[in-house]
C-alpha cells in the first residue's frame, strides 16, 4: 500500500477539475490498494506530522473515501468535516494551535467527503470511473462509498474567504 498526494490544476474554462483529478490518478498508475490523497489548491496540512498520522489511519481502516476535519467547506456538503468555531477565523496561528491540540482520532461515517482534503482508494475511483466535471464532483464521487471523516488530522482550507461561500467563480472561469 502506498499514498499518493495529488493537486491537479485544470486551466480550461470552465475548469475540468474532474478531468484534472482522473489524468493525475492515472499518471501515477496506482494499485488497487493504495490511496490517493486528493488537496485542493487552497488547502494544506499546518503540523509536519499530520501527513503521517492520516497515513497511518488510513492503512487501518476499511472506508473507501475519507475526509479530515477543516475550516471552510460548503456546508451543505458535508458539516461533520468543519470546526465551526474556526470557519470565520483568519489569524492562522489559531489554525495551527487548534491542528497542535488533536492528540488522537476516530473515523466518524457520514454521507460524503468534501475535496478539499480526500483521500480514495484506487480501486474505488477504478469503480466508479472517476470523478465528473460538474460543481458536486465531490459529492457525486463519495455518494455511495463507504465514507468517514478522521477527527484526528485538521488541514487548513482558504475556501472562498475573500469573496464569500456563495462565490463559484472558481468553478466557471
Known sequence: ?????????????????????????????????????????????????????????????????VGTLTNRLNPVICKEQVVPSLYNEYDVRKHVEYASSIQSGEFKDCHVVALACMAFKASYWRFTDGFDNTPQLDINFSRG???????????????????????ITHLIK
Not at 475540468?16 to 490511496?35: E, F, L, Q
Not at 462509498?145 to 462565490?167: C, E, P, Q, S
Open 145 to 167: 462509498a463507504k465514507t468517514a471523516i478522521y477527527t484526528g488530522v485538521y488541514v487548513f482550507h482558504v475556501y472562498r474567504m475573500l469573496n464569500g461561500v456563495k462565490d
Open 1 to 65: 500500500m502506498k499514498f499518493h498526494y495529488i493537486s491537479p490544476y485544470s486551466s480550461d474554462s470552465p475548469p475540468k477539475i474532474g478531468d484534472a483529478i482522473n489524468k493525475a490518478v492515472r499518471r501515477i498508475d496506482p494499485h488497487n490498494d493504495d490511496w490517493i490523497i486528493h488537496l485542493d489548491q487552497d488547502a494544506c496540512f499546518l503540523l509536519p506530522k499530520d501527513k503521517a498520522k492520516f497515513e497511518q489511519a488510513l492503512s487501518e481502516c476499511d472506508y473507501q473515501v
